[in-house]
Nanobody, 114 residues
Framework: VQLVESGGGLVQPGGSLRLSCAASGFTFSSYHMRWFRQAPGKERELVATITSGGVSAYYADFVKGRFTISRDNAKNTVYLQMNSLKPEDTAVYFC????????WGQGTQVTVSS
């Protein structure tokens, strides 16, 4: 199992970013996918989950209405569209899959600052 995130960067408050996670080594379309984040000095927290077929998505309260998780099973890729970004969204964002065990990508840094 391999998960590779991309799309992070520096953005001003109120701006947008789109993260991508390219997955390989498992039957992507059969598994729920998740995005987590970890800010400095804080525990890793769940941001969003999308079901295997992409029909349902679930969000942490702190991103509801601002972030959208989606997936393209033909491309084995899951996305996180982040709008109306706030300084408190600054964190390393990780893609996650539970394929018998927990698998994580290397993370992509998102910094929201003016």
């Amino acid at each position: 199992v391999q998960l590779v995130e991309s799309g992070g960067g520096l953005v001003q408050p109120g701006g947008s970013l789109r993260l991508s996670c390219a997955a390989s080594g498992f039957t992507f379309s059969s598994y729920h996918m998740r995005w987590f984040r970890q800010a400095p000095g804080k525990e890793r927290e769940l941001v969003a989950t999308i079901t295997s077929g992409g029909v349902s998505a679930y969000y942490a309260d702190f991103v509801k209405g601002r972030f959208t998780i989606s997936r393209d099973n033909a491309k084995n890729t899951v996305y996180l569209q982040m709008n109306s970004l706030k300084p408190e969204d600054t964190a390393v964002y990780f893609c996650h899959a539970r394929v018998r065990n927990d698998y994580w990508g290397q993370g992509t840094q998102v910094t929201v600052s003016s």
